[in-house]
């Protein structure tokens, strides 16, 4: 697992084209937020979520979609298949690696957007990493998941919004809600906490569980 | 236990409604080399994506070294090599060699990847990233990640494209090294000459069906030829639609 993980590192190191391109959009998302929203308007603690969470969403499908191409380019999805890597193994490995580069583009976006929207500080601010990682953990599963069956056709980016999306309804209501409470100063809500953390869990289990069944032809 | 080292038993393949092979039985032992001829479209490569368990068959049964082949022991034992070289533009050669080995959880891994590069006659270019390799080079380095964990079956689906004189001879010595131990061949080619020079044993794949199967020996290939143009330019001899 941890070859196919530094495998996905060494090859973001040589191109930085996933980084990079990531940074660029979630940037442009948080620009056109501040443009078009007042000072006043800005500072709501449920815009600021808001705006947090879309600009999460966008450079996660293009994360998502990244990090299986890399794997189409000269058939090496195929070559994966053929090694005795087992494919629970293989998913841990490409959901690991989206929760890594998610987490380093949100860690410089978040402080830039909070900036950018004149949010007042809070030593509550400290637990939005922790939301936010949990967030990130359960979109890079149930994301890893449908960008393996996307990658492989022809419609790839139309088929992996369209798939992933529904089924992260549950995720972006508890995330925002739960996020928008701490930008307000308030306690997180205990019951989108939950969801949150029982998203994770159950997808990242299905996903190690059904990998094997999705790489399948 | 048969002692056959691949067994298809009325093998199906169908993509879409299109059936692109259609009961394949064939047995193949060990130590046989065995090239695999047809018309484009006839479905060498879609037998040869099955036989190294990257296609699911839609009817039949295939079994290779006595089992069915969806196990991790088993696709350790299989070397593949196919239109696509499943490299890493990004990566130097000896960066892809040394993930595969990890993935095939190789011992003495360094030592292995110098032997094959120096097989492959890729030495000196160890460190270069592959995507500036030249079509010829890339196939060869193709062919070190397929040697690399000295598997027992050896899948190679028109192995002498993009290879110059020098790459198709080190092919041939890397066959004949591989028939010196005994391993299992099946390649699939258009060049009569090259493939029967090795091969043990021979087939003609034509629209989804093994339609000539070689008993005793190879003939050579001017007479082959012959044989090859008169089975599958029949009228209304066309091949079935090419894979998707």
């Keep these: 697992m941890w070859a196919l993980l530094w495998k996905d590192v060494l090859l973001e190191l040589r191109t930085k084209e996933r980084l990079s391109s990531l940074?660029?959009?979630?940037?442009?998302?948080?620009?056109?937020?501040?443009?078009?929203?007042?000072?006043?308007?800005?500072?709501?603690?449920?815009?600021?979520?808001?705006?947090?969470?879309?600009?999460?969403?966008?450079?996660?499908?293009?994360?998502?979609?990244?990090?299986?191409?890399?794997?189409?380019e000269r058939g090496c999805l195929f070559g994966l298949l053929l090694t005795p890597i087992d494919a629970g193994t293989l998913f841990i490995a490409k959901f690991l690696g989206n929760v890594l580069f998610l987490t380093i583009v949100e860690a410089i976006v978040t402080p830039i957007t909070l900036l950018l929207l004149g949010s007042s500080w809070s030593p509550l601010l400290l637990l939005l990493a922790a939301v936010e990682l949990l967030g990130i953990i359960g979109f890079s599963a149930l994301g890893t998941l449908f960008a393996a069956i996307a990658v492989r056709t022809r419609a790839r980016e139309v088929l992996l919004p369209v798939m992933l999306l529904p089924l992260l309804v549950p995720l972006l209501m508890a995330s925002v809600k739960v996020t928008s409470a701490l930008l307000a100063g308030e306690a997180w809500p205990e019951a989108w906490l939950r969801v949150l953390l029982?998203?994770?869990v159950i997808f990242v289990v299905t996903g190690w569980l059904i990998f094997g069944q999705v790489m399948q032809e | 236990m048969t002692g056959w080292i691949i067994e298809a038993e009325n093998l199906r393949k169908t993509f879409a409604?299109?059936?692109?092979?259609?009961?394949?039985?064939?047995?193949?032992?060990?130590?046989?080399?065995?090239?695999?001829?047809?018309?484009?479209?006839?479905?060498?490569t879609t037998f040869l994506r099955l036989l190294a368990t990257l296609l699911q068959p839609s009817g039949g049964t295939l079994r290779l070294f006595g089992h069915s082949p969806t196990d991790a022991a088993t696709r350790r034992r299989l070397g593949f090599l196919g239109h696509d070289s499943f490299l890493y533009p990004d990566l130097t050669a000896e960066e892809n060699l040394t993930f595969y080995g990890q993935a095939y959880q190789l011992k003495n891994a360094q030592a292995r990847i110098d032997a094959i590069l120096t097989e492959v006659g890729l030495q000196q270019w160890r460190k270069t990233p592959v995507r500036i390799f030249s079509r010829g080079m890339e196939q060869r380095l193709s062919l070190a990640r397929a040697l690399l964990h000295d598997p027992e079956l050896l899948l190679f689906d028109e192995p002498y494209t993009g290879l110059d004189t020098r790459g198709v001879a080190t092919l041939q010595t890397?066959?004949?090294?591989?028939?010196?131990?005994?391993?299992?061949?099946?390649?699939?080619?258009?060049?009569?000459?090259?493939?029967?020079?090795?091969?043990?044993?021979?087939?003609?794949?034509?629209?989804?069906?093994?339609?000539?199967?070689?008993?005793?020996h190879v003939p050579p290939a001017q007479e082959f030829g012959e044989l090859y143009h008169s089975r599958t330019q029949s009228p209304g001899s066309q091949t079935l639609d090419p894979r998707p």
């Design chain 1, 198 to 200: 029982a998203f994770d």
């Design chain 2, 174 to 216: 890397v066959l004949a090294t591989a028939k010196e131990r005994g391993k299992t061949v099946v390649l699939t080619t258009h060049d009569f000459a090259l493939g029967l020079e090795i091969s043990s044993k021979a087939f003609i794949l034509h629209r989804g069906r093994i339609i000539w199967e070689s008993t005793g």
């Design chain 2, 17 to 44: 409604w299109t059936p692109v092979l259609q009961d394949v039985s064939c047995q193949i032992g060990a130590g046989e080399i065995v090239s695999i001829f047809g018309p484009n479209g006839a479905g060498k």
């Design chain 1, 23 to 72: 940074f660029v959009l979630a940037l442009l998302i948080i620009l056109v937020f501040v443009f078009a929203l007042g000072p006043e308007q800005a500072r709501r603690p449920e815009i600021g979520a808001g705006v947090l969470w879309v600009t999460l969403l966008f450079a996660g499908m293009l994360s998502l979609q990244r990090g299986f191409l890399i794997e189409q």
